[in-house]
């Protein structure tokens, strides 16, 4: 595979991802949009590290893939507990954590 198409596929699943997070109010709507933008950073460095013969690139994935599954570790037990509280996942529902 070439690394321009490797590019093209990242920036397209990133630009998803961000029009994801924007545009949504459903919080698991949010998380799946914030894990299409880390998989795409993850396609980004598999691909420099093949194409550079570097293997620094594959140390970075598995630190984002270990930063990932914590944040959907944390995030969803946060959703479950405001879910419980709410009843709803719409992010505008939730202004219980204005201070």
């Known amino acids: 595979m070439d690394l321009s198409l490797c590019l093209f596929i990242s920036i397209s699943l990133f630009a998803i991802g961000i029009i994801g997070v924007l545009t949504r109010r459903n919080t698991l709507i949010m998380f799946l949009s914030i894990e299409i933008m880390l998989n795409s950073s993850n396609l980004l460095f598999v691909s420099f590290a093949k194409n550079w013969q570097n293997l620094e690139g594959l ?41």
């Open 59 to 99: 140390v970075w994935v598995f630190f984002i893939l270990v930063l990932a599954a914590a944040e959907a570790a944390v995030g969803l037990a946060i959703v479950i507990n405001l879910f419980r509280a709410k009843q709803t996942v719409d992010v505008d529902q939730y202004n219980t954590l204005r201070g």
